[in-house]
């Protein structure tokens, strides 16, 4: 079965500094991964996929992931951190083999930035 | 992009009452997504609709409970019946991205409340 798993309940980080959300994951076959970030009373917003390609992924707000194979890893970062950047961020994996395409998501990370 | 309205957003309901979900997309999508995000926890599927079939319910979830409309390719309802308070949530419905994009598009939410 799919699964993701985000080890870190919570994240804090001071502006301006570097940030890492980390997700492993454990797919049959290829995976398509995800990262969302949802905002307080907000729905979930897109930041970033991998499907294929560059390992290197860019995706909105200044967010890019790395995805490396061999660790099973999908991990979130950012060079600089912003205060408006402190949000709940979920990873996620497509389920094309269970529910027709839909995503399981890891339980969740906490993101606080502080001044 | 799929651009989806969800309503309500947010209601507060007595115990053994039923609500129901409404989400509306400005586009044709051929599967939507129901999930749920209770208090501090990450995101459950509820159940797949496809528009002319009978909704597809993940484990732990039954239609009794959880009725699900789609009576066109750009409109689903999901109720919530007969409520307990363990059924105060997030609830979220979601498609899949046009044109092959792969991601899921996430209405804005239903915080749900049950007294």
């Known amino acids: 079965a799919q699964s993701v798993a985000q080890p870190e309940d919570q994240v804090n980080v001071a502006e301006g500094n570097p940030l890492t959300v980390k997700c492993t994951y454990s797919?049959?076959?290829?995976?398509?991964l995800f990262w969302y970030v949802q905002y307080p009373n907000r729905g979930l917003q897109f930041l970033l996929k991998?499907?294929?390609?560059?390992?290197l992924v860019k995706g909105s707000y200044g967010f890019e992931a790395e995805f490396n194979k061999s660790q099973t890893s999908f991990h979130l970062k950012k060079p600089s951190a912003l205060v408006s950047d402190s949000a709940l961020y979920f990873c996620?994996?497509?389920?094309?083999?269970?529910?027709?395409?839909?995503?399981?998501f890891g339980k969740g990370t906490k993101l606080s930035v502080k001044p | 992009s799929a651009v989806i309205s969800q309503k309500p957003s947010r209601d507060i309901c007595q115990r053994g009452t039923s609500l129901t979900i409404q989400c509306q997309v400005d586009?044709?999508?051929?599967?939507m997504f129901w999930y749920r995000q209770q208090p501090g926890q990450s995101l459950t599927l509820i159940a797949t609709?496809?528009?002319?079939?009978?909704?597809?319910?993940e484990s732990g979830f039954v239609i009794d409970k959880f009725p699900i409309s789609r009576p066109n390719l750009t409109f689903s309802t999901l109720t919530v019946s007969n409520m307990s308070p363990e059924d105060s949530s997030i609830y979220l419905c979601?498609?899949?991205?046009?044109?092959?994009?792969?991601?899921?598009?996430f209405g804005s939410g239903t915080q749900l409340s049950v007294l």
């Open positions: 996620a994996v497509r389920d094309w083999g269970g529910s027709q395409g839909n995503l399981i």
């Open positions: 586009s044709q999508v051929t599967m």
């Open positions: 979601s498609v899949d991205g046009q044109g092959g994009n792969e991601k899921l598009f």
């Open positions: 609709a496809n528009q002319g079939s009978e909704a597809t319910y």
């Open positions: 797919v049959s076959g290829n995976p398509y």
């Open positions: 991998y499907i294929t390609g560059d390992n």
